[in-house]
């Protein structure tokens, strides 16, 4: 970062921005990529750029786009919301057929489908690949438009084996995020067709999105996805380990079934406030997301180890026995 070679990112010669962006878009053979502050602007800058106002999207009830963007594809695109519950956050080809609704006068479009992988609110489920393409079968049926929020698409293709390439190609847009696992201290990328990303980079800039000598935190963006993607196995089993353990303790339930990468969900088993049991470990420092009035989120990165696992395990039991 304190080395890379800057330029106005705004203007389009930021250096070390459009290295990023190259790298990014031949990772995934896209045609190109654009660089945004956050996965939130990623996110609705693809929406919006893919979009008119008064289609119908239909997402996951408990996707991110939709939970934690601030009514992002209705303020910014108009977009009408469809919410379809799902198993852990995979709308199958079956919902996505029954709920594109009939051509007339009288109904909004059904002209988008937004899928998340991995899912964060479930999880951080793997979307089965199987599915996905199902899924596309019936958006080109019907001439739907596909986004992926692959913020944490890099463990989907450490835990599954799957490539980058293979796991976005069925999605006309895809994000992803530089920070999570892969230790960037910011930033999200946006993919797809070139007449697109051109699309993605005006919506960028109205969202105040454009920014000057960015290459700086650009430059930890490539050391990440260049040097730290294989390395999310070892959250994988760090999250493994710690979700074991807590749901070996009175006071959490786990589905190990669902600790498929680096996040795990803990819920509450004994009948005490969420805050209460919060402040118990954070008096030990562990912290952890209350995720609901019932569960809490935990996250594994590059600056968990496992030891911190074993570590968090061992105090948690000092105050939770």
């Known amino acids: 970062m304190m080395t890379a070679e800057v330029g106005d990112d705004v203007l389009g010669d930021d250096p070390t921005v459009k290295e990023l962006e190259q790298y990014i878009a031949e990772l995934f053979e896209r045609e190109a990529a654009v660089y945004v502050p956050s ?28 939970n934690y963007e601030v ?58 690949q199987d599915e996905i393409l199902k899924v596309r079968e019936v958006c080109d049926e019907f001439g739907l438009i596909m986004h992926l929020d692959g913020a944490r698409i890099w463990n989907a ?36 067709s070139q007449e697109f990303i051109e699309r993605c980079r ?38 493994r380990l710690l979700a074991e353990g807590l749901d070996a303790m009175k006071t959490f339930s786990v589905d190990l079934n669902r600790v498929e990468t680096n996040i795990v969900v803990a819920h509450l088993s004994i009948e005490e406030p969420i805050e209460s049991v919060q402040q118990k470990m954070a008096s030990v420092g562990v912290w952890a997301l209350p995720f609901g009035p019932t569960k809490f989120r935990f996250v594994m990165h590059l600056d968990v180890s496992r030891a911190d696992c074993e570590e968090t395990l061992e105090r948690l039991k000092t105050v939770l026995s």
């Open 71 to 128: 009514a992002g594809p209705v303020v910014h695109s108009g977009l009408l919301i469809n919410l379809l519950t799902t198993e852990r956050g995979m709308i199958t080809a079956d919902m996505v057929r029954a709920n594109i609704r009939p051509k007339n006068i009288h109904c909004p479009e059904t002209r988008m489908v937004t899928l998340e992988n991995t899912h964060n609110r479930h999880g951080g489920t793997i979307l089965p």
């Open 202 to 239: 005006r919506e960028r800039k109205l969202f105040g999105g454009g920014m000057r000598q960015v290459g700086i935190i650009a430059a930890a963006g490539l050391y990440a996805v260049q040097n730290n993607i294989k390395r999310l196995a070892e959250d994988h089993a760090n999250a």
């Open 157 to 192: 293709h450490v835990a599954t084996g799957l490539s980058l390439v293979e796991l976005t190609r069925p999605f006309d847009s895809v994000s992803c995020c530089l920070s999570k696992g892969l230790g960037a201290p910011i930033g999200s990328m946006v993919l797809g």
């Open 39 to 66: 996965g939130t602007m990623a996110n609705q800058t693809a929406l919006k750029a893919n979009s008119r106002r008064g289609w119908e999207l239909l997402c996951d009830r408990e996707c991110h786009a939709v």
